[in-house]
C-alpha cells in the first residue's frame, strides 16, 4: 500500500510538472492531452504482455523493476537539454519520455492489483479495493497539489536557490521533476519489502505471438461473461472519462476560472477528494451487490453538464466534490466485481492486464477526441457538455443491458462471490 502510495503520488506530480516543462518550452496546448494519450497508448501496446511478465515473478520484485523503470523515464525528461535538439524537439522528447514511464506504470498495474487478489479471499475484496483505491486517490490529491506546488512561484525560489540543487536545475520544472524522481526511488525501496504469497502460475509463454493470441483469448473469455461484460464496460468507461476529465478541468480552470497551473491542479485533488468519500462509502457495499451502483454513474455525468454555470470558489469546490465522491462510489464495487471474475476466469495479472488494455484503449479514444476538439478551438464549456451527455447517456445504455442480462439469466448474481476457477458464463 506504501508503494502504490508513493508511486501514484509520483505519476501524479510528474504529469503537473511535464505540463510545465512543455509550457516552459513554449509547445502548443495540444501537447499536453498528446502526452497523456502516449502514456495510455503503453497499456494497449504492451497489454498482451505485462500480465505474463506479472504473474511470471513475485509481485513485489515486478514492482521494483517497474519503478526503475519510471526513474529512468523521469531522469530523460530532466537531462532533456543534453540531446542537443532544438526547442520543437525538447517538447517531443518530454513526451517520449513520459511515455517510458507508462511503460512502468503499464507493467506495474497488474502487479499492484494482482497481489490484492493473492491476498484477500473473493468477500473482502471490495474492503480491500477501497483501501487501495482510498489510498491511491490520496496520492492522486497529495500529487496533483504537490506537482502544482513545486512549480509554483513559493517553491519554484526555494529550489532554483538552494545550494546543491542549483547546480543541477535551470527551471521551476526542472527542480520539480528531480524531487519527483526521489519519490520514485523510495516507492522502489518500499517495493523490495513487499512479501511473497507464495503463488505460483502456469509457465507463461516467451513466443511475443503467442502471447499475443492468448490475450485475445483472455479479452474474448471476459466480455463474453454475462459479470465480467458489464463491471468491464463500467470501468473502461470511468478510467476513459476519469483521464479526459484531468485534462478538462485543467482547461477549464485555466480559460473559465482564470487559474494558473498550479492552481488548476488543485482543483483536480479536490474531485480526487471527493473520490476518497465516494470510496469509503462504497467499501459498506457487498460483492453481491455491487451492480446496484450502476446509476451513480449517470448521476455523475449528469453532474458535469454544471461546471459551466459555477464560478465562486466554494461551488466550484463543492461541484468537484460532488463528482469525484460519485465516481468513487460506483467504480470501486465495479473495479472489484471484475477483479473477482478476472481472478475466477483467468489469473490475478492477466485479468487485469485485460482490464488495463480496455481502460486504456478507451483512453486513447476520448483523449484523442478531446485533443481534437482543442484543436478545432471549441470553448471548453461546450466540451464539458459534450463529455457530460456522453457520459451519462453511456452508463444508462450500460445498466440497460445489465438489467437484460439479470433478466435473461437470473442465476447471475449467484455466480458472485463463488471460489476457485471455472468458465465464463
Not at 8 to 30: C, M, T, V, Y
Not at 81 to 97: K, M, N, P, R
Not at 357 to 373: A, C, P, R, S
Request: aromatic share 10%; charged share 10%.
Amino acid at each position: 500500500m506504501a508503494a502504490q502510495a508513493l508511486s501514484s503520488l509520483a505519476d501524479n506530480a510528474l504529469f503537473i510538472a511535464a505540463i510545465a516543462l512543455l509550457q516552459e518550452l513554449h509547445g502548443p496546448d495540444w501537447m499536453a492531452p498528446m502526452m497523456k494519450w502516449w502514456f495510455a497508448a503503453t497499456y494497449v501496446f504492451l497489454a498482451a504482455f505485462v500480465g505474463a511478465f506479472s504473474d511470471a515473478f513475485p509481485k513485489g520484485r515486478v514492482m521494483f523493476i517497474t519503478n526503475a523503470v519510471k526513474i529512468l523515464g523521469c531522469l530523460i525528461m530532466f537531462w532533456y537539454g543534453i540531446f542537443g535538439l532544438s526547442e520543437a524537439g525538447q517538447t517531443y522528447l518530454v513526451v517520449a519520455a513520459f511515455a517510458l514511464v507508462g511503460v512502468g506504470a503499464a507493467a506495474y498495474s497488474p502487479a499492484k492489483y494482482g497481489i490484492v487478489t493473492e491476498m484477500l479471499q473473493p468477500t473482502d475484496l471490495v474492503k480491500g479495493n477501497s483501501w487501495i483505491e482510498g489510498l491511491t486517490v490520496t496520492s492522486i490529491i497529495l500529487g496533483t497539489v504537490l506537482g502544482g506546488f513545486l512549480i509554483s512561484p513559493m517553491a519554484s525560489d526555494i529550489l532554483l536557490n538552494h545550494q546543491t540543487l542549483s547546480l543541477y536545475v535551470r527551471t521551476p520544472a526542472e527542480a520539480a521533476i528531480l524531487c519527483i524522481a526521489f519519490i520514485y526511488a523510495a516507492a522502489a525501496a518500499c517495493n523490495l519489502l513487499i512479501p511473497v504469497t507464495g503463488i505460483q502460475y502456469p509457465k507463461q509463454h516467451a513466443n511475443p505471438i503467442r502471447l499475443v493470441n492468448a490475450f485475445a483469448g483472455y479479452v474474448r473469455i471476459l466480455w463474453r461473461d454475462r459479470l465480467g461484460q458489464v463491471s468491464l464496460a463500467v470501468t473502461t468507461l470511468f478510467w476513459g472519462a476519469g483521464a479526459t476529465l484531468q485534462l478538462i478541468v485543467i482547461e477549464w480552470g485555466r480559460s473559465h476560472l482564470g487559474y494558473r497551473l498550479d492552481q488548476a491542479s488543485i482543483l483536480m485533488g479536490v474531485t480526487a477528494f471527493g473520490t476518497i468519500f465516494g470510496a469509503v462509502f462504497a467499501s459498506r457495499v457487498p460483492l453481491r451487490k455491487a451492480l446496484s451502483v450502476l446509476p451513480m454513474g449517470v448521476f455523475m455525468g449528469l453532474i458535469v453538464l454544471v461546471m459551466p454555470l459555477v464560478s465562486d470558489k466554494w461551488e466550484v469546490y463543492s461541484l468537484l466534490l460532488l463528482i469525484g465522491g460519485l465516481s468513487g462510489y460506483f467504480v470501486v464495487p465495479m473495479n472489484a466485481l471484475l477483479q473477482h471474475r478476472g481472478h475466477l476466469l483467468l489469473s490475478a495479472g492477466h485479468s487485469i492486464a485485460v482490464q488495463n488494455f480496455n481502460e486504456q484503449l478507451n483512453i486513447l479514444l476520448m483523449l484523442g477526441t478531446y485533443t481534437l476538439m482543442l484543436s478545432l478551438d471549441l470553448p471548453i464549456n461546450t466540451i464539458i457538455v459534450i463529455f457530460g451527455v456522453l457520459v451519462a447517456v453511456l452508463m444508462f445504455l450500460i445498466i440497460l443491458f445489465s438489467r437484460h442480462n439479470l433478466k435473461k439469466y437470473p442465476g447471475l448474481i449467484n455466480e458472485i462471490g463463488k471460489q476457485g476457477h471455472g468458465t465464463a458464463l
